[in-house]
T-cell receptor
Framework: AQSVSQHNHHVILSEAASLELGCNYS??????LFWYVQYPGQHLQLLLK??????LVKGIKGFEAEFIKSKFSFNLRKPSVQWSDTAEYFC????????????FGTGTKLQVIP | GAGVSQTPSNKVTEKGKYVELRCDPI?????LYWYRQSLGQGPEFLIY????????DSGLPNDRFFAVRPEGSVSTLKIQRTERGDSAVYLC??????????FGPGTRLTVL
């Protein structure tokens, strides 16, 4: 069974600091990868996705993630965080081959201090 | 509608009772998913519908849980003989072919 590991459970940063959230998955086959964000009091929203092609994907609000197949990783980055980035971030993976089940990591709570 | 809606937003019930949770997907989305999110955890897959049929129900924890989507639109998640461990936020998501899922706001279920 596939699994997703997010190494940081709670991250606190000052505004303008750079962000990198780690994500590793366990499945060895072809996958689709996602980062979702949940702002306080809001729904889960898609931040960015990787299906194929360029392993560096750019999402909304200046976020990007890099798929490194050899490391089974899909880390999320942002060069300069803002207070409005305070949220919980979930990495997720979906196996290809007719499966629609998306497996989520346990989430990372990001708190940005003004 | 503009987004996925779920009702009720909050449900408090007593142990042993039966509950139904409703999901209204985005109009035209053929795929519908139910997830459960316990405190401090990421969403956990329960069941996936493609049209009216359950294409994958491998995430349902036991036979107390059942979901239907009789007309390929609205779905109801049914939980019999609720237990305290069923307390969680139940999330519904829908998608069209090849597109990422759009999540609803969830129903927070509390079993006393």
């Amino acid at each position: 069974a596939q699994s997703v590991s997010q190494h940081n459970h709670h991250v606190i940063l000052s505004e303008a600091a750079s962000l990198e959230l780690g994500c590793n998955y366990s499945y060895g086959g072809t996958v689709n990868l996602f980062w979702y964000v949940q702002y306080p009091g809001q729904h889960l929203q898609l931040l960015l996705k990787y299906f194929s092609g360029d392993p560096l994907v750019k999402g909304i609000k200046g976020f990007e993630a890099e798929f490194i197949k050899s490391k089974f990783s899909f880390n999320l980055r942002k060069p300069s965080v803002q207070w409005s980035d305070t949220a919980e971030y979930f990495c997720a993976v979906m196996r290809l081959g007719g499966y629609q089940k998306v497996t989520f990591g346990t989430g990372t709570k990001l708190q940005v201090i003004p | 509608g503009a987004g996925v809606s779920q009702t009720p937003s909050n449900k408090v019930t007593e142990k042993g009772k039966y509950v139904e949770l409703r999901c209204d997907p985005i109009s035209g989305h053929t795929a519908l998913y139910w997830y459960r999110q316990s405190l401090g955890q990421g969403p956990e897959f329960l069941i996936y519908f493609q049209g009216t049929g359950a294409a994958d129900d491998s995430g349902l924890p036991n036979d107390r849980f059942f979901a239907v989507r009789p007309e390929g639109s609205v779905s109801t998640l049914k939980i019999q003989r609720t237990e305290r461990g069923d307390s969680a936020v139940y999330l519904c998501a829908s998608s069209s072919q090849g597109q990422p899922k759009v999540f609803g706001p969830g129903t927070r279920l509390t079993v006393l």
